[in-house]
């Protein structure tokens, strides 16, 4: 298996411009997590899936952030406006359902200037 | 509410000395699930392992082990004879064990190891 892919690996954008950033989980795996990481706050859980369903968004810091997953192998999170404060590395992880180990993407390297 | 503190932000040793990165935790729960993941300058995670709160055997793999006490709600990781390779940054994370598998990390403990 290829692990969990993430792209972009890099972005920079202006602030006010939209990001999407896009996530392909492990094939069987039917728990979804996306993740945010700065030297402030560390590594922050911002939304939950399972089976497709988001469980917990609680850690979404406010309506510009939005996340989907459409299907059991993508998923994207959302950020418009972006301003420059989101600035952070991205991860998405996934796993089987439960307290099990989470396999991490490569993380995507947000900046807004 | 679940608590994880790596009181260690930042730890410098030379290699081939033993190192001991320190994790606490804090829960109400009875069930739990404690693990330790891996960041190299890289920047990837990379698991290391997983321990389940009935479970308070050490555990040893090659120059990595760990030591879980409930007693005092630690479970630590402890680096023999590092190596250059073990720089990275090392989060201990924790789980309640419940039908939700997110993690809860702690802010990690830089290890860097000089030559």
């Known amino acids: 298996d290829a692990g969990v892919i993430q792209s972009p690996r890099h972005e920079v954008t202006e602030m006010g411009q939209e990001v999407t950033l896009r996530c392909k989980p492990i094939?069987?795996?039917?728990?979804l997590f996306w993740y945010r990481q700065t030297m402030m706050r560390g590594l922050e859980l911002l939304i939950y899936?399972?089976?497709?369903?988001?469980?917990?968004d609680s850690g979404m810091p406010e309506d510009r952030f939005s996340a989907k997953m459409p299907n059991a192998s993508f998923s994207t999170l959302k950020i418009q406006p972006s301003e420059p404060r989101d600035s952070a590395v991205y991860f998405c992880?996934?796993?089987?359902?439960?307290?099990?180990?989470?396999?991490f993407g490569a993380g995507s390297r947000l900046t807004v200037l | 509410a679940q608590k994880v503190t790596q009181a260690q932000t930042e730890i410098s040793v030379v290699e081939k000395e033993d190192v001991t990165l320190d994790c606490v935790y804090e829960?109400?729960?009875?069930?739990?699930?404690l693990f330790w993941y891996k960041q190299p300058p890289s920047g990837e995670l990379v698991f290391l392992i997983r321990?389940?709160?009935?479970?308070?055997q050490n555990e040893i793999s090659g120059r990595y082990s760990w030591n879980f006490q409930k007693s005092t709600s630690s479970f630590n990781f402890t680096i023999t004879a590092s190596q250059v390779v073990d720089s990275a940054v090392y989060f201990c994370?924790?789980?309640?064990?419940?039908?939700?598998?997110?993690?809860?990390f702690g802010k990690g403990t830089k290890l860097s190891v000089k030559p």
């Open positions: 992880a996934s796993s089987l359902s439960g307290p099990n180990v989470l396999t």
């Open positions: 094939s069987g795996h039917n728990s």
């Open positions: 899936f399972n089976n497709n369903v988001p469980i917990d």
């Open positions: 829960t109400r729960d009875t069930t739990y699930y």
């Open positions: 321990r389940n709160s009935f479970d308070e």
């Open positions: 994370a924790f789980n309640y064990g419940g039908s939700q598998g997110n993690l809860i």
